[in-house]
């Protein structure tokens, strides 16, 4: 009968909308408190804007990053002029990060042309057959799409740029949002030796995507608590009943509650559990399996949310006490511990300049120290659930990775601090358990911070 439970989600989804304050009879997680530790009960706590309330902030963002925040990195990768070029439904991945709302898609071929004065300023260009307004000024408008190509050439003689950024490159996908079709219609149109001035663009733009600003890094928490509190109501009672619920029941709780709040997602949650008796091996990469939840099982959740042109990747964990348990077995509570232990080890090795394989190593070697079984797989937050910027470890790779793991670290900039750990239960007769954590932090040049804190204690369904 459980197999309608859309019908059963909503009507969970509404009430918890009704009684905000729902959460206060809730359980509270157990475990033990380590730094930066923080309980979200609920998503009720936080507030969220209408699709239209959004529109201001995300548009003041957009111009104080294109005022503040380009001029330098432009500098710093030695561009005199960067190319956006467009078309519609074929849109650049970084378009969206620098028009404002609402921009749905570009209008046929939209070219964005961004020109660095000899004060360091940039001039915000347009040559699109409809202007697109502002914070760009339009240098062309109307005529043909042939007409459009030469605008667009007469504009670079007239600049004279030496180095002209474009969005090609063979490690990046972001930064490789100029298509061939329009690469080759460029150096058709180009006068003769400005060819030779173009350039890859993917430091600027790697840079310009990783880069947070403080009015980014203003709002960043409230999502992150959004996201760190919708997973906190589904790992209670109020979503699950033990013997009934299924692990894929609570994943489109998530997304259904995610979407109650205009909130998208930017992959489909996903919810499994480990129970005793089931495989899971010290060099396992990954525990864990769906099914029906019963008492006695270890869940963990991965959920992705964006809001305000920023995106989060969340991952903690949850335990569904057995009859007469009051408390999360001891075991368990090490075994976070041992998940937050590992955590500091490697927010411990970010250093300003370092690459993402350089910490990786370290982290590695500090882990195997500690005696912690772990495996790493960090990544970038920002406009992109998996954002540039260094690459710490992959899943499926331990080793030093080239290219993206050879980028360094700046400051601010968000990651995804991912990962898990794997160690003994004897409360399992000694069963390896899987601690699969990720919750993001700032780096802001010196230190790492949990924007809306991480999960030290675990999340108890009784």
């Not at 990195?73 to 190319?83: K, Y």
């Not at 502002?134 to 007239?158: F, K, N, R, V």
């Not at 919708?230 to 009672?237: D, G, K, L, Y």
């Amino acid at each position: 009968m459980f197999r309608h439970v859309s019908t059963v989600l909503s009507s969970a989804i509404a009430s918890l909308l009704a009684v905000a304050c729902a959460h206060a009879a809730a359980p509270a997680p157990v475990g033990i408190e380590a730094e930066q530790g923080r309980v979200i009960g609920t998503a009720a706590d936080f507030g969220v804007l209408s699709p239209r309330a959004r529109i201001e902030p995300e548009n003041r963002i957009v111009i104080e990053r294109l005022e503040q925040l380009l001029p330098n990195l432009m500098s710093e990768a030695g561009l005199d002029m960067w190319l956006v070029i467009n078309r519609e439904y074929a849109e650049d991945p970084v378009y969206f990060s620098l028009v404002p709302q609402p921009s749905f898609a570009a209008r046929r071929t939209t070219m964005l042309v961004f020109n660095r004065l000899p004060d360091g300023s940039i001039e915000r260009l347009t040559v699109n057959r409809y202007p697109l307004g502002a914070p760009y000024e339009s240098a062309w408008a109307g005529g043909s799409l042939d007409e459009q190509w030469t605008a667009l050439a007469a504009l670079i003689a007239e600049k004279n740029p030496a180095r002209i950024g474009i969005n090609v490159s063979r490690d990046w996908a972001v930064a490789d949002g100029l298509t061939r079709g329009m690469h080759q219609r460029l150096l058709e149109v180009l006068p003769d030796g400005f060819e030779e001035r173009l350039v890859p663009a993917e430091q600027l733009v790697v840079r310009w995507l990783e880069t947070r600003t403080a009015s980014e890094l203003a709002v960043y928490p409230q999502m992150m608590g959004i996201a760190r509190g919708v997973i906190a109501e589904a790992f209670s009672t109020r979503v699950i009943t033990p013997g009934v619920t299924s692990t894929e029941d609570v994943a489109w709780y998530i997304r259904e509650r995610f979407e109650s709040l205009g909130l998208p997602i930017w992959f489909m949650p996903d919810v499994n559990l480990q129970r005793q008796g089931q495989a899971c091996e010290r060099d396992s990469p990954f525990c864990g399996g769906s099914g029906v939840i019963q008492p006695g099982d270890v869940l963990h959740t991965d959920v992705g949310l964006c809001y305000l042109k920023l995106c989060t990747d969340t991952q903690e964990m949850g335990y569904v006490a057995r009859v007469g348990e009051t408390e999360v077995p001891e075991g368990l509570i090490a075994a976070l511990a041992t998940g937050n232990r590992w955590q500091d080890l490697l927010t411990a090795e970010f250093r300003s300049g370092r690459s993402g394989n350089q910490i990786l190593v370290a982290t590695r070697a500090a882990a195997e120290r500690a005696g912690i079984v772990s495996s790493i797989y960090t990544h970038a937050l920002g406009m992109f659930g998996h954002a540039p910027g260094p690459t710490i470890g992959m899943w499926d790779n331990q080793e030093p990775a080239p290219g993206q793991g050879d980028w360094r670290l700046f400051a601010n900039t968000v990651y995804a601090i991912e990962g898990n750990i794997r160690q003994p239960l004897p409360e399992w007769d000694g069963q390896w358990v899987q601690i699969k954590l990720e919750q993001g932090a700032l780096f802001d040049g010196e230190r790492v911070t949990y924007l809306a804190g991480r999960q030290t204690r675990w999340h108890l369904v009784r």
